[in-house]
């Protein structure tokens, strides 16, 4: 079974910190992962996506990818009350399906 | 860019009547796409892979004459939920998957359906 395993929280970090969500994955096979944010009630929204080993950055948002330990990460800096949601880590597998994590819940304090 | 749309975005229905549910790529063709379930509080659960002109694909555990799925052009798909009960109660989501987009999912905002 292809699991995505996170870190169910809630993480509390101060308004203004940085904020470090973490994902492992078992399917070495996978090319392509994600990061989803989902407010309560609403749908899922595309982040950010990272095919490559290393660091990705768009904005506040750094993705960080490690094949070899088969784990992925997202930081948000400076991480704004709006930020609180949950963040749910993703990887396509050999069907081009998305296998999900369940999400870990971020809570930005003011 | 990548904007989805589904509609309707809640639907209430008494037991045993049938429900509709859009779901539209407004800005580019989606070649591939999902239909999610997500309960309270759980993660999201692929019901389905629907690919333009072809027969669905369902996932282990979905009934596929219970959710009716048709992916008739590159910008639309729906899902029918034909006699619905209260257990169908959920948030269904499509997301759609463009061409040459890989594996990047966008999705539409979600139709809570309530069934009494």
């Known amino acids: 079974q292809k699991e995505v395993e996170q870190n169910s929280g809630p993480l509390s970090v101060p308004e203004g910190a940085i904020a470090s969500l973490n994902c492992t994955y078992s399917?070495?096979?996978?090319?392509?992962f994600f990061w989803y944010r989902q407010y309560s009630g609403k749908s899922p929204e595309l982040i950010m996506f990272?095919?490559s080993n290393g660091d990705k950055e768009d904005g506040r948002f750094t993705a960080q990818l490690n094949k070899a330990s088969q784990y992925v990460s997202l930081l948000i800096r400076d991480s704004q009350p709006s930020d609180s949601a949950t963040y749910l880590c993703?990887?396509?597998?050999?069907?081009?399906?998305?296998?999900w994590g369940l999400g870990t819940s971020l809570a930005v304090n003011p | 860019g990548a904007v989805v749309s589904q509609h309707p975005s809640w639907v209430i229905c008494k037991s045993g009547t049938s429900v509709k549910i859009e779901c539209r790529s407004l800005?580019?063709?989606?070649?591939?796409m999902f239909w999610y379930r997500q309960f309270p509080k759980q993660s999201l659960m692929l019901m389905a892979t629907?690919?333009?002109?072809?027969?669905?694909?369902?996932e282990q555990g979905v009934e596929k004459d219970k959710f009716l799925i048709n992916h008739a052009s590159l910008t639309l798909s729906t899902l029918t939920v034909t006699s619905a009960h209260p257990e169908d109660s959920s948030f269904y989501i499509c997301?759609?998957?463009?061409?040459?987009?890989?594996?990047?999912?966008?999705f539409g905002p979600g139709t809570r359906l309530t069934v009494l």
């Open positions: 629907s690919n333009e002109g072809s027969k669905a694909t369902y």
């Open positions: 990272i095919y």
């Open positions: 800005d580019f063709q989606a070649t591939t």
């Open positions: 399917d070495r096979g996978s090319q392509s």
């Open positions: 997301s759609a998957r463009g061409v040459g987009w890989a594996d990047t999912q966008y």
């Open positions: 993703a990887n396509a597998g050999n069907n081009r399906k998305l296998i």
